[in-house]
């Protein structure tokens, strides 16, 4: 079965870094498209970014375009978030999820990004 | 920026029909996604591509789009079906989520 399991998540302070990790088993990984999205605490979801499944696209909220960097490895079935000049509006659980519909259908249970200093 | 509205709360007792509106004005061209959320869990897909049901969801929950709105409802809500739910949607540039529904079944 589809399994995605996020990590890469902690406190980070405003203006740094910090990269994200999807770890993917279950599923053909280099067949599908691969979404990233954000829950701030006690909102609503927020959609932030997609990569085709050869990474050939890459699409972004505008929120985070510029600081921000989808990308994936194939051969390691895995799929990453780069996050940088971080400010207090990122904090949120950030999940990851498969695209087999051309949308977020299977989902990871999310890492927490709390940015604060 | 494209947006999708969705009303903030729907109430049913058990047994009766829930139905949650989604307004965005790509709609007509565009398909309607829909998710459920529990409390402290993850988004679980209940409609895809308007009306189609992943494998697992129960027949109750059905899906369904015209002009500029899209519908999910569920007959016969039970209590357990008490969660957020969320539209998406696509643009030129990416995805888009609804505001989020509180449905209560009690």
């Known amino acids: 079965q589809v399994q995605l399991v996020e990590s890469g998540g902690g406190v980070v302070q405003p203006g740094r870094s910090l990269r994200l990790s999807c770890a993917t088993s279950?599923?053909?990984?280099?067949?599908?498209?691969m979404h990233w999205v954000r829950q701030a605490p006690g909102k609503g979801l927020e959609w932030v970014a997609v990569?085709?499944?050869?990474?050939?696209?890459?699409y972004y909220v505008d929120s985070v375009k510029g600081r921000f960097t989808i990308s994936r490895d194939n051969s390691k079935n895995a799929l990453y978030l780069q996050m940088n000049s971080l400010r207090a509006e990122d904090t949120a659980v950030y999940f990851c999820?498969?695209?087999?519909?051309?949308?977020?259908?299977?989902w990871g249970q999310g890492t927490l990004v709390t940015v604060s200093s | 920026s494209y947006e999708l509205t969705q009303p903030p709360s729907v109430s049913v007792s058990p047994g009766q029909t829930a139905r949650i509106t989604c307004s965005g004005d790509a709609l007509p061209k565009k398909y309607a996604y829909w998710y459920q959320q529990k409390s402290g869990q993850a988004p679980v897909l209940v409609i895809y591509?308007?009306?189609k049901r992943p494998s697992g969801i129960p027949e109750r929950f059905s899906g369904s789009s015209s002009g500029t709105m899209a519908t999910l409802t569920i007959s016969g809500a039970q209590v357990e079906d008490e969660a957020d739910y969320y539209c998406?949607?696509?643009?030129?540039?990416?995805?888009?989520f609804g505001g989020g529904t509180k449905l209560t079944v009690l």
């Open positions: 279950g599923f053909t990984f280099s067949s599908y498209g």
């Open positions: 990569i085709w499944y050869d990474g050939s696209n890459k």
């Open positions: 999820a498969t695209s087999q519909w051309n949308c977020p259908d299977y």
């Open positions: 591509e308007d009306s």
């Open positions: 998406y949607s696509t643009d030129s540039s990416g995805g888009v």
